[in-house]
Nanobody, 116 residues
Framework: QVQLVESGGGSVQAGESLRLSCAASGSRGSFKAMGWYRQAPGEQRDLVALITYGSTINYADSVKGRFTISRDNAKNTVYLQMNSLKPEDTAVYYC??????????WGQGTQVTVSS
């Protein structure tokens, strides 16, 4: 049973930074891609950043230049460094892992709150 455990959320002031981590357990191998999505109240869940096993990266336009995604394939862990946070970044952030089989796994979510 694959489990994704997120950590690093919290409450900060605008302009400050946070680093999210997500560790996958229960998998025999690595993942095709790992990433972060976020969902604000009343909104849909949207992609924030995605990194493939080969380190191809995609960012949402709203976070380009401020957020950095990275992963450790040996540890099945993905990170999201969030700098220059804005109030509009406030959301629940979900870790996602896409297995080579096509199965999607989700973490439980971690709250990020940015106040002005």
């Amino acid at each position: 049973q694959v489990q994704l455990v997120e950590s690093g959320g919290g409450s900060v002031q605008a302009g400050e930074s946070l680093r999210l981590s997500c560790a996958a357990s229960g998998s025999r191998g690595s993942f095709k891609a790992m990433g972060w999505y976020r969902q604000a109240p009343g909104e849909q869940r949207d992609l924030v950043a995605l990194i493939t096993y080969g380190s191809t990266i995609n960012y949402a336009d709203s976070v380009k230049g401020r957020f950095t995604i990275s992963r450790d394939n040996a540890k099945n862990t993905v990170y999201l460094q969030m700098n220059s946070l804005k109030p509009e970044d406030t959301a629940v952030y979900y870790c996602n892992a896409l297995a080579w089989s096509g199965t999607n796994y989700w973490g439980q979510g971690t709250q990020v709150t940015v106040s002005s």
